[in-house]
């Protein structure tokens, strides 16, 4: 069976005349199930391009880490949303967002069909769905919400916040999420649970074609491990000492993503090299499973594509 005849049957072609203006096509599944190689096959066929919607994949520092797609993968058909972050930058959910309703605008001036690829949960479910209208946060008040944690500590401050809003703490009690909720509360003397009652704003505006990429659970934890072992042969270390040697604050979402953390904690000399690998391929692994709930029960595919 050739590739192109699965392109073809696979994403429906025959069945689908997808139209640039009316539709938006997602290519969805857990990390190393071959979405990105699936979704520019795809582009090809129907003159379409690919948008990020990986969280890690977003951060200009991180090309091997990320699994960001190659300059070979970006020559053969356009790609938006990739590797344009600085890692400084505590890049969100709504900021990402934001830049996804311009370049869907951007693409469809330029007559081609969007393609949304990656697997992180949030960044789908918030262009189908949209967000909550969370203000943002300003300056002073993450100053201010910081110092009150530091001034009573985690246990007072988790109590506080429960005062606030014991509905959202039962759920979330970790530091970013409780400096969030009395940040949110500060500013706006409304607690987060008002804010995830309104209605959602920012989702996706066209017909959506969503696609589940999937292959048995054993085969993406060993190719997950081996494309691990390959970006360490290519040079990944190299890209996390750059990140080491920035001072990079440590709560940034790069600074905790997928093998950063460890060869970090290696380069600080708190773990040997092996203990870094070892330990980032468990965390992978406990991402996949993570990620394969999460498509079980908050993703709902037009259809599902069998991998092998």
């Given amino acids: 069976m050739s590739s192109l005849f699965n392109i073809e049957t696979s994403f429906d072609l025959a069945e689908n005349q997808y139209d640039y203006k009316k539709d938006i096509i997602i290519v969805a599944g857990p990390t190393c199930v071959g979405k990105s190689m699936l979704a520019i096959k795809l582009a090809k066929q129907i003159d379409g391009v690919l948008i990020n919607a990986d969280s890690v994949q977003v951060y200009e520092d991180l090309q091997l880490l990320s699994a960001r797609p190659s300059e070979e993968d970006m020559r053969q058909v356009p790609h938006f ?49 949209g967000l909550a209208p969370i203000p943002r ?128 904690s290696y380069l600080d000399k708190n773990i040997s090299f092996e203990e870094a690998v070892r330990l980032s391929k468990r965390d992978t692994r406990r991402y996949v499973k993570r990620q394969i709930t999460w498509f079980s029960h908050n993703y709902v595919p037009y259809k599902t594509i069998y991998m092998k």
């Fill in 81 to 129: 949303l990739y590797g344009y972050v600085n890692s400084h930058i505590n890049y969100s959910i709504a900021d990402w967002l934001k830049e996804l309703d311009k370049v869907i605008d951007d693409v469809e001036k330029i007559k081609k069909i969007a393609i949304l690829v990656g697997g992180s949960g949030l960044y789908l479910n918030a262009a189908i769905n």
């Fill in 137 to 264: 946060l300003k300056k002073e008040i993450k100053i201010k919400s910081l110092l009150k944690l530091n001034e009573i500590g985690i246990d007072n401050f988790k109590e506080v916040n429960f005062n606030i809003d014991p509905q959202y703490v039962a759920k979330n009690t970790d530091k970013h999420r409780l400096l969030r909720l009395y940040g949110v509360f500060l500013q706006t003397k409304k607690n987060m649970t008002y804010w995830y009652q309104k209605p959602k704003e920012g989702a996706v505006k066209k017909n959506i074609y969503n696609f589940l990429i999937n292959l048995e659970r054993k085969l993406i934890y060993k190719k997950c491990e081996l494309r691990f072992d390959n970006m360490l042969q290519k040079g990944a270390l190299e890209e996390v000492k750059k990140i080491h040697v920035s001072n990079i604050d440590r709560s940034l979402p790069i600074a905790k993503s997928l093998g950063v953390k460890w060869l970090l």
